[in-house]
């Protein structure tokens, strides 16, 4: 009889599944979803628009119509191919395993999105994780080196960054993308939130990819993403991804939400309000030690040394879920993140925090 022991990676095996606590019932702040459904009207109008697609038939396998529609929406530059993925999780996937055989690493500066090494090291790949610096931003001559001496086929650069939400000095990061001899992929999950953006770059140099998401904008339930990038380099991960890998559903509920946008960056505008009233509301808060600033729609803060876990679990029991980010120790000890949610559902996590800290 065959276990998995016989035939899979120790690695992997020793790797706990993504997981993903139980939320029923609690004010989540903990994934960084837009909060807001959409007004009664709308959702009629997507339910009717949804009743036109034939579930007895395959998929669109290019998604030509969603495609057209994102790179008018999002302004892709003309010169840059796009490729759409089950969410940018897909991508950063397709991507690793297109490189897999280079016998190159996958690098980028840690703490970051945990999946980027998840994937790497699921696929056999080796992750070199470049530590920012104490104040989260990069640390420029440290990266160029790592580079330099790793030759990394791929360096993922989340801008903004997450769990710390900050965004990279533009300088910079120009600067990596010029120094690297491989591929740089800026991750841009929470652009609806930020300020800067490399999509109207992406493909030039063709090493130069930009990978998007639709999840933080508002629509984390019907998993999509896409990655700019070279037309060379876009046909090359086509062959890896999966024949009709983007659902029929989510082909024409994208597709309406793109048309109906405004809605959705109403939605972002309030975010990015409430993000500046809550990062406020916890530096005013004695036993918080710093709040990270942030270009994300999440909010990275520290509390009094050996207090994290605590205030965590305080949040938790009076109906607050928030990321205990801190458990991973290092650089993110006793650091806690929050989504920014509805003004009534931030009101409730500050006077939840400022009562835990009193604790
Ligand atoms: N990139 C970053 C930086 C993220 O934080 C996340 C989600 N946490 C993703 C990519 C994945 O997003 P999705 O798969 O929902 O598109």
Redesign the pocket.
């Known amino acids: 009889m065959s276990r998995p022991a016989d035939l899979m990676r120790p690695e992997v095996l020793g790797q706990a599944a993504y997981a993903v606590p139980e939320s029923a019932g609690m004010i989540k702040l903990d994934a960084?979803e837009n909060p807001y459904p959409w007004p009664g009207e709308l959702h009629s109008a997507w339910l009717e628009a949804l009743g036109g697609v034939e579930l007895n038939r395959y998929p669109d396998a290019g998604a030509r119509a969603l495609t057209a529609a994102i790179r008018a929406a999002h302004r892709v530059p003309e010169e840059a191919g796009c490729l759409l993925g089950n969410?940018?999780?897909e991508l950063i996937q397709i991507l690793i395993s297109a490189v897999q055989a280079s016998g190159r690493p996958v690098l980028s500066p840690v703490p970051t999105?945990v999946m980027y090494e998840v994937l790497a090291r699921a696929a056999g790949v080796p992750f070199v994780g470049v530590p920012l610096r104490a104040d989260f931003d990069l640390d420029g001559p440290a990266l160029l080196q790592a580079m330099e001496e790793h030759r990394p086929a791929l360096v993922f650069l989340?801008f903004p960054n997450?769990p710390t939400g900050r965004l990279y000095d533009s300088r910079l990061v120009a600067e990596v993308i010029a120094a690297n001899p491989g591929v740089t992929v800026i991750?841009e999950?929470y652009a609806p939130f930020s300020g800067h953006s490399f999509l109207p770059r992406a493909g030039t140099p063709p090493g130069l990819m930009v990978m998007r998401?639709m999840?933080k904008l508002g629509l984390?339930g019907l998993?999509l993403?896409y990655l700019a990038a070279s037309p060379e380099w876009i046909d090359a991960l086509d062959r890896l991804r999966l024949p009709y890998n983007i659902n029929a559903l989510t082909q024409r509920s994208v597709s309406f939400a793109l048309a109906h946008a405004r809605v959705l960056d109403e939605q972002a505008g309030i975010l990015r309000e409430q993000r500046a009233r809550v990062s406020a509301g916890l530096a005013r808060l004695r036993g918080v030690r710093r709040v990270i600033p942030s270009d994300a729609n999440f909010i990275l803060f520290e509390v009094a040394r050996g207090r994290g876990h605590a205030v965590f679990e305080s949040l938790r029991v009076a109906g607050i879920l928030i990321k205990d980010v801190g458990r991973a120790g290092g650089p993110l000890t006793d650091h806690l993140r929050v989504t920014v949610g509805r003004p009534e559902e931030n009101s409730a996590f500050l006077a939840a925090v400022a009562e835990a800290l009193r604790a």
Do not use: K, P, W
Request: proline share 0%; charged share 20%; glycine share 14%.
């Open positions: 960084m969410g940018s999780d999105f989340a997450n991750d999950a998401t999840s984390a998993r993403g």
